[in-house]
């Protein structure tokens, strides 16, 4: 069986954690304790969940975590709406990221329903 590091989701999901991280430097400065950190949180919470589950003692354990995970990156997909009605990132930002989180999110359906 592959390491969690090995894992395409996990992969992905720690790209797109950069990318968020990345994108909220150019928030304005009133966000910085209300979407620039909830955005942030969010998003290394997907990879930092299968992390923590990968290393619990049971398949049980592990797949919560990655349910918590999926609801992490599906509330990363409303906060993307979210800025982009609020022109704080482009269309285009919001189309290429917007698929990168759909992606993500079948893929944890997938892990999590090979470990039940």
Not at 12 to 40: C, N, V
Not at 70 to 88: H, M, N, P
Request: no cysteine; glycine share 4%.
């Amino acid at each position: 069986m592959k390491t969690v590091e090995e894992l395409d989701v996990f992969k992905l999901s720690h790209s797109l954690a950069l990318e968020i991280f990345e994108t909220t430097k150019a928030f304005p400065e009133e966000e910085k304790f209300g979407l620039i950190s909830q955005m942030r949180r969010a998003a290394y919470s997907v990879p930092m969940n299968l992390m923590e589950g990968a290393h619990r003692l049971g398949r049980k354990e592990y797949r919560q975590f990655v349910s918590i995970a999926k609801g992490s990156a599906g509330e990363i997909k409303y906060q993307l709406l979210l800025i982009k009605d609020l022109k704080y990132i482009s269309e285009n930002k919001y189309t290429n990221l917007l698929p990168e989180y759909e992606r993500v999110s079948q893929m944890l359906t997938k892990l999590a329903k090979s470990l039940a």
